[in-house]
């Protein structure tokens, strides 16, 4: 995506994978430093753990706590979090997010930035969570920047229809088998399902609710966005996203 990007607007970037030898994760933002790499993505397991290291945090990022974008600004390191971009334009494909309701699976990073997210974009949110003390602490966070967020545990959901149910928890379908992650009465043709997963990208959660007659949303979308949200960050320039699609199509042999 990054690449068929630059190509589209012919910057003379390049973007290639780097991985964190021995963990080193000072060593490889020194490297970053001492290189002049104008950008680095950043996935997990250091999302949290490279927050200590820079000299700055986008405001985004601080409020979601976590980064996955650092962009080189003449030396000094700063911190972003393009993933509740993603979240929020992925969604709005699909639905106009102002006044909708929205359950959101899952308390961990991705949930946090799209928890944050729905509430900038005025949705009304419902957390649930496998583990229900995280989804407590989420909704604490949110009060404390001023969102008012209901929570339930993951096996709590049968009373609710909301406008958009979205996914973001890690669950694999090896974890939970034949189950739905959520109760089937809530797909119909109304809601709109949308899987930030990515790896496949047909989960069985999309599956359910393309055979209810729901409008899907599968994670290629949120992909794409956060990535053309990056891209901006490190160009200056505005994302030709119709190139970057085109390259996530292939790749996803869409
Ligand atoms: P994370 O911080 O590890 O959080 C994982 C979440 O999944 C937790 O809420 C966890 O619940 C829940 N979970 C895990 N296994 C489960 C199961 N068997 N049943 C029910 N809940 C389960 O992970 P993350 O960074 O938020 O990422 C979540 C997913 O989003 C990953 O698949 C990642 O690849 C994807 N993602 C996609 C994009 C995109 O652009 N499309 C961007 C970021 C992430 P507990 O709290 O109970 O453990």
């Known amino acids: 995506m990054h690449?068929?990007?630059y190509e589209a607007i012919g910057a003379s970037f390049v973007y290639v994978p780097f991985a964190?030898?021995?963990?080193?994760?000072?060593?490889?933002?020194?490297?970053?430093?001492?290189?002049?790499?104008?950008?680095?993505g950043v996935s997990m397991p250091f999302k949290l753990s490279v927050i200590p290291l820079l000299d700055h945090l986008d405001p985004v990022a601080r409020r979601i706590g976590a980064v996955n974008t650092i962009v080189n600004d003449d030396g000094q390191l700063v911190g972003?979090?393009?993933?509740?971009?993603?979240?929020?334009?992925?969604?709005?494909?699909?639905?106009?997010?102002?006044?909708?309701?929205?359950?959101?699976?899952?308390?961990g990073g991705a949930a946090r930035a799209a928890v944050f997210a729905f509430c900038e974009a005025k949705m009304r949110v419902h957390l649930a969570n496998r583990t229900l003390e995280k989804a407590r602490e989420l909704a604490r966070a949110a009060a404390r920047e001023g969102f008012s967020?209901?929570?339930?545990n993951l096996g709590d959901l049968a009373s609710h229809r909301p406008d958009a149910i979205v996914n973001c928890t890690s669950a694999t379908m090896d974890e939970y088998g034949a189950e739905s992650l959520v109760p089937e009465p809530m797909l119909s043709p109304g809601v709109v399902v949308?899987?930030?997963?990515?790896k496949p990208i047909h989960t069985r959660l999309l599956g359910l609710a393309e055979r209810?007659?729901?409008?899907?949303?599968?994670?290629?979308?949120?992909?794409l966005h956060q990535a053309g949200r990056q891209f901006?960050?490190?160009?200056?320039?505005?994302?030709?996203?119709?190139?970057m699609d085109a390259a996530l199509q292939r790749a996803i042999g869409q």
């Open 149 to 152: 967020i209901t929570v339930s």
């Open 232 to 243: 901006e960050l490190y160009t200056g320039r505005a994302a030709p996203l119709d190139a």
């Open 80 to 107: 972003h979090n393009t993933d509740a971009w993603g979240a929020a334009h992925a969604l709005s494909e699909a639905l106009e997010l102002e006044g909708k309701s929205v359950v959101v699976l899952g308390a």
């Open 212 to 223: 209810a007659g729901a409008r899907t949303v599968h994670g290629g979308r949120m992909l």
């Open 20 to 40: 964190v030898t021995g963990a080193d994760l000072p060593g490889a933002l020194a490297g970053m430093r001492a290189l002049g790499i104008r950008g680095l």
């Open 3 to 5: 690449r068929a990007g």
């Open 194 to 198: 949308m899987d930030i997963v990515y």
